[in-house]
């Protein structure tokens, strides 16, 4: 993945590939919010909030997680492929704990590369690292690779390229398990130790991570896709305006108007679960925000079952797709399949607060032929006027479902083997930040 440089800023660096919570950039001595699918610059400071977390996809194919209240500053980033001597990655975590997965600058240039912290200089051998820092102590872990460590001084300054070797360094492998890397201010030299929480321990990686960060580690293709969570208009700026490009959508011929018509079919406000499925094989989790009172986390849905699950790469701000490991996703190629929905969980969110939603008029409908999909439902809720509806369409792509950049609201979903069952997370801006958000599960109509 090259991502061009703009006219205006840093060079580009990376690509927000996924983000949570409360996430931010310092850029041009302005505090910004920070997206998904946003570009990262060479002289950004991104940071996060508590329980928020940001993955980046750098234009040399790394990884990069920057986890909850954490700081860290992109100082520059180059990819050069057709020189990499020219090519530079030098980054700084000010405070809390980062992930790092090597691209081609790690791959090709490894003196190329460097980390920095308030009290230690990180180089890396090739590898998949997570460091915690705070202003007197750094530690680190590594899953694959190795790493060299050693203290700031005057023969190890910051900003400086690649590892800081001598004396005072000290290198820390994967094969040495159990062991963490650590540096502290004023100490003469780096040691290794089995003592002090590790980073993980410290602040837990997302569970979006560990999908998004093997898909680097074992694809040297960039262009897979990650975390799928669909494109949309842009969001509507009253509540009256929504309804307007909800409506101008819903007057188009095609699939958009047999979704429409199984909803009007559908009026009454659906039960949260119909029960149409003993078993549904896809489901869903919240990331680790909104942790009071609503459904289970997506890593107790898969690590917490006795059934095989997997976490879906489908999501939205609120909610993340899970569903049950098949060896295989076999659809069909001609026709149109019919969805009834048989569960939901639907929210008003302002912010950080979720108002319980319901949902009528719910229609489904997936063109194999086509490779398309639509979806329509209504949703209501006491602080609105009345109900907004929640409408939009796109592509199919192995069984996944994402809307496109002519759809009103940002849709993305997944379709299970032989296409029985299908997810699909819905997120709508109704007015700025009023969000109309929700999961939905849907059964095969057979009739």
Not at 182 to 188: F, I, N, Q, T, Y
Not at 323 to 340: I, Q, V
Request: proline share 6%; net charge negative.
């Amino acid at each position: 993945m090259l991502l061009p440089a703009l006219a205006w800023g840093g060079q580009v660096a990376g690509q927000v590939i996924f983000a949570t919570g409360e996430t931010f950039v310092m850029r041009d001595s302005q505090r910004l919010p920070l997206d998904i699918d946003a570009s990262v610059r060479e002289g950004d400071r991104l940071e996060t909030g508590k329980e928020s977390h940001i993955h980046l996809r750098m234009v040399d194919g790394a990884f990069v997680s920057l986890r909850s209240e954490s700081a860290l500053s992109i100082d520059s980033y180059r990819f050069e492929p057709a020189d990499p001597a020219a090519s530079r990655a030098n980054l700084t975590l000010h405070h809390g704990v980062a992930r790092s997965i090597s691209g081609e600058i790690g791959a090709r240039s490894k003196e190329h590369f460097r980390l920095d912290t308030p009290v230690a200089a990180i180089g890396i051998r090739g590898t998949d690292f997570s460091v915690y820092t705070g202003n007197d102590l750094s530690r680190l872990s590594v899953r694959r690779g190795g790493v060299v460590m050693a203290p700031l001084s005057e023969r190890c300054l910051q900003l400086g390229l690649g590892p800081c070797e001598g004396p005072s360094a000290e290198e820390l492998f994967a094969t040495q398990q159990g062991l963490l890397l650590e540096a502290r201010r004023d100490a003469s030299a780096a040691h290794l130790t089995r003592q002090g929480q590790s980073p993980d321990e410290y602040s837990p990686p997302h569970p979006a991570e560990a999908y998004l960060g093997q898909r680097r580690a074992h694809s040297p293709n960039h262009r897979e896709p990650t975390l799928i969570t669909g494109q949309s208009l842009p969001g509507a700026n009253t509540y009256e305006e929504a309804l307007e490009q909800a409506e101008r959508y819903m007057s188009q011929t095609g699939l958009i108007a047999e979704a429409v018509e199984r909803g009007n079919a559908a009026s009454e406000i659906q039960p949260r679960d119909r029960g149409l499925v003993a078993s549904p094989d896809v489901m869903w989790g919240r990331w680790s925000d909104y942790t009071e009172g609503f459904t289970a986390q997506v890593s107790r849905l898969i690590h917490g079952s006795s059934q095989d699950r997997r976490y879906a790469a489908v999501g939205n701000s609120v909610f993340a797709l899970v569903e049950t490991e098949t060896p295989e996703r076999r659809l069909p190629e001609t026709g149109k399949a019919y969805f009834n929905l048989n569960r939901y969980e639907a929210y008003i969110k302002r912010g950080s607060d979720l108002e319980t939603a319901s949902i009528s008029h719910p229609g489904l409908v997936v063109d194999f032929e086509q490779q398309r999909f639509a979806a329509r439902m209504d949703v209501h809720a006491h602080s609105l006027p009345g109900p907004v509806p929640v409408v939009g369409g796109g592509d199919i792509e192995d069984g996944y479902l994402q809307s496109d950049g002519k759809s009103p609201s940002k849709l993305a979903g997944v379709l299970t083997d032989g296409a029985g069952e299908a997810g699909l997370l819905f997120e709508y801006q109704i007015e700025p930040g009023v969000d109309a958000v929700g999961a939905t599960h849907w059964v095969l109509d057979r009739e």
